[in-house]
C-alpha cells in the first residue's frame, strides 16, 4: 500500500483548522513538548490517527497511527495550563487548535486538550507545520470523535 506523508503549513486560521482537524483526539506525550526560548520555536509531537486512511480495508480495524510533528515559528512566549507543564509526565489529547488576534496585531494560537488543559503561543504571524515521521501502525486506540476529511 502506498502511504502518503502528511505535510502542511499553516499560516492563517482556515490552515489552522486543517491542523486541528488532523489532529483532533491525537494523544501528546508531555515528554515530547517543548519551547526553545533561544530559537523562538514550539515543538510537539502528536500520535495522529490517519483520519484519511478510515475506511481502508487493509488496515487492520480500520485505523491507523502516525507520529507527527507540529512546529510554530517566530513564537515570543509558550505558557501551559492544567497539563502538567512543557516537558513534564503523562498524556493528553488534543480537542482543536483555535487562534485569536491579541493587542497590537499580535497572534495568540492556542492548544485545547481534553480535560481542559491547553498550552498558548504569542507570535507576531501563524507560522506552522505539520508533518508525518515514521510510517503509520495499526491502531487499537479509537478517537473520540471522527472529523470529516475530504
Same mark, same amino acid.
Given at each position: 500500500?502506498?502511504?502518503?506523508?502528511?505535510?502542511?503549513?499553516?499560516?492563517?486560521?482556515?490552515?489552522?483548522?486543517?491542523?486541528?482537524?488532523?489532529?483532533?483526539?491525537?494523544?501528546?506525550?508531555?515528554?515530547?513538548?517543548?519551547?526553545?526560548?533561544?530559537?523562538?520555536?514550539?515543538?510537539?509531537?502528536?500520535?495522529?490517527?490517519?483520519? =484519511?486512511?478510515?475506511?481502508?480495508? $487493509?488496515?487492520? #480495524?480500520?485505523?491507523?497511527? !502516525?507520529?507527527?510533528? @507540529?512546529? +510554530?515559528?517566530?513564537?515570543?512566549?509558550?505558557?501551559?495550563?492544567?497539563?502538567?507543564?512543557?516537558?513534564?509526565?503523562?498524556?493528553? =489529547?488534543?480537542?482543536?487548535?483555535? $487562534?485569536?488576534? #491579541?493587542?497590537?496585531?499580535? !497572534?495568540?494560537?492556542? @492548544?485545547? +486538550?481534553?480535560?481542559?488543559?491547553?498550552?498558548?503561543?504569542?507570535?507576531?504571524?501563524?507560522?506552522?507545520?505539520?508533518?508525518?515521521?515514521?510510517?503509520?501502525?495499526?491502531?487499537?486506540?479509537?478517537?473520540?470523535?471522527?472529523? !470529516?476529511?475530504g
Amino acid at each position: 500500500m502506498n502511504v502518503e506523508v502528511l505535510k502542511i503549513k499553516a499560516d492563517d486560521d482556515e490552515d489552522l483548522e486543517v491542523f486541528a482537524t488532523m489532529l483532533q483526539d491525537a494523544p501528546m506525550p508531555l515528554a515530547e513538548v517543548t519551547y526553545l526560548d533561544e530559537e523562538k520555536r514550539f515543538a510537539a509531537l502528536f500520535h495522529r490517527f490517519c483520519y =484519511e486512511h478510515e475506511h481502508d480495508p $487493509s488496515w487492520k #480495524d480500520g485505523m491507523c497511527q !502516525v507520529d507527527c510533528a @507540529l512546529i +510554530f515559528e517566530n513564537v515570543d512566549n509558550a505558557e501551559a495550563w492544567d497539563i502538567g507543564g512543557l516537558g513534564g509526565e503523562g498524556m493528553v =489529547e488534543l480537542m482543536t487548535i483555535v $487562534s485569536d488576534a #491579541d493587542e497590537g496585531d499580535r !497572534v495568540v494560537i492556542t @492548544l485545547v +486538550f481534553h480535560g481542559g488543559g491547553h498550552i498558548r503561543l504569542e507570535t507576531a504571524a501563524i507560522e506552522g507545520r505539520l508533518h508525518d515521521i515514521g510510517t503509520p501502525k495499526n491502531t487499537k486506540r479509537r478517537p473520540r470523535h471522527t472529523p !470529516v476529511v475530504g
